[in-house]
């Protein structure tokens, strides 16, 4: 082995790597959606989700103030509109309006869901951690909700062979495993 730096290791790992889109809402009410790659199981009992969320983010100011959030997984009918959610914006664009997203709302928290999404996952905050320019946010899963008609879902991928790349903007490659 030969030592290397963070980055070029991590071309290696970080590469194919399921979104997910997180939803969340301000103290007023008005609703907010991202795209974010590092998330996780924390639990199974009970269910916990793990995100990191830069703190420069209005996902991190919005989920800091409410202490809930919306885990949902985007299928491959979502490409471009997980591409766009991913980009920064400024904070008085509306997301939602800009993607066409249908929000429903959930059971127990104001953070809404994403119609079209294979699967949502409501979250009351459980703790987070500092992790230098992000934190984590550990959030105990209180409902989860499954699309009646699920598509492929949606990876960040590589050039690599057995991809195919379905929305790509800059650096950026979204897109299923082929079959």
């Known amino acids: 082995m030969k030592q290397v730096s963070f980055k070029e290791a991590m071309q290696y790992w970080s590469k194919p790597e399921r979104i997910v889109l997180v939803t969340s809402c301000d ?20 269910p916990m989700l793990a995100i990191a969320v830069g703190k420069n983010r209005t996902t991190h100011q919005n989920i800091s103030a ?20 991913g980009m920064p914006s400024s904070n008085d664009q509306d997301r939602f309006e800009l993607c066409g997203f249908s929000k429903k709302p959930g059971s127990f928290v104001k953070a809404p869901l994403i119609e079209k999404c294979i ?12 992790s230098g320019d992000h934190t984590v946010f550990v959030g105990e899963v209180k409902a989860a909700w499954l699309n009646e008609h699920p598509k492929k879902p949606l990876l960040i991928v590589g050039e690599e062979k057995g991809y195919e790349a379905l929305a790509v903007e800059g650096p950026y490659r979204l897109g299923i495993v082929n079959t």
Do not use: H, I
Not at 119 to 130: I, M, N, P, R, T
């Open 27 to 46: 103290e007023e009410g008005n609703p907010f959606v991202m795209t974010a790659g590092w998330k996780m199981r924390a639990s199974f009992k009970p």
């Open 66 to 85: 409410t202490g809930e959030f919306v885990v949902a997984v985007p299928g491959a009918d979502l490409a471009k509109e997980a591409l766009d959610c």
């Open 119 to 130: 699967a949502s996952f409501e979250c009351k905050l459980y703790g987070q951690v500092d």
